[in-house]
């Protein structure tokens, strides 16, 4: 049974570019969270997305969007890349309404 | 303002002695608190979690352990093993929104 599946798994931007990183959640997983991890630091919340809707938002600005699809995966968006956007984004899926989370390995992202 | 405090960076154990992780929170609004483990090039993997109904957890090795007055929580491995070292988070949660506050982790040395 294949766990939460993330993808790039390391990518490479320029400061000011857009990037995508995408997540496929466990087989029966309803529920999409994605995580950001600086260096050193805890995860932070970004958002969760569940019935294709964002249902939870953490402190983050607008330049950071997603989308889930009606297979449950999900896309991280992220606008106008700054430095301190480099970090490790991790995804999480879980059974909705529970705390049941499965993570990703993540996506290392470095901005230049 | 970190609502979640692992104040130890790292602790290095004897493998066979008990390992004693600790975790201090703010927000009394907090209700639920989960334990996971982070390998390196993985995502975290959940360990244990306590409900603020509940002073103990246990779950084989591990046990959980919730000082609700002092805002504290602690996570005992006995015995402690090689395989146990890592990254351990712990994270809490407040009117069940599950959305996960994080600390910023202690790494777990185990020696032989």
């Known amino acids: 049974d294949a766990g939460v599946t993330q993808s790039p798994t390391h990518l490479i931007k320029t400061r000011g570019q857009q990037v995508t990183l995408r997540c496929s959640p466990k087989?029966?997983?309803?529920?999409v969270s994605w995580y950001q991890q600086a260096l050193g630091q805890g995860p932070q919340f970004i958002f969760q997305?569940?019935?294709?809707?964002?249902?939870q938002r953490g402190n983050f600005p607008d330049r950071f969007s997603g989308h889930q699809f009606p297979n449950y995966s999900s896309e991280l968006n992220v606008n106008a890349l700054l430095l301190g956007d480099s970090a490790l984004y991790l995804c999480?899926?879980?059974?909705?309404?529970?705390?049941?989370?499965?993570f990703g390995s993540g996506t290392r992202l470095t901005v230049v | 303002d970190q609502q979640v405090k692992q104040n130890s960076p790292s602790l290095s154990v004897q493998e066979g002695r008990i390992s004693i992780l600790n975790c201090d929170y703010t927000?009394?609004?907090?209700?639920?608190f989960l334990w996971y483990k982070k390998y390196p090039a993985e995502g975290p993997t959940f360990l244990i979690s306590i409900s603020s109904i509940k002073d103990k957890n246990e779950d084989g090795r591990f046990t959980v352990f919730l000082n609700k007055s002092a805002k504290h929580l602690s996570l005992h491995i006995v015995p402690s093993q090689p395989g146990d070292s890592a990254v351990y988070f712990c994270a809490a949660s407040a009117d069940s929104n599950y959305q996960l506050i994080w600390g910023a982790g202690t790494k777990l040395i185990i020696k032989p």
């Open positions: 999480a899926s879980s059974p909705g309404g529970t705390y049941g989370y499965t």
């Open positions: 927000n009394s609004m907090f209700d639920y």
């Open positions: 087989s029966g997983h309803d529920t």
């Open positions: 997305y569940y019935e294709e809707e964002e249902r």
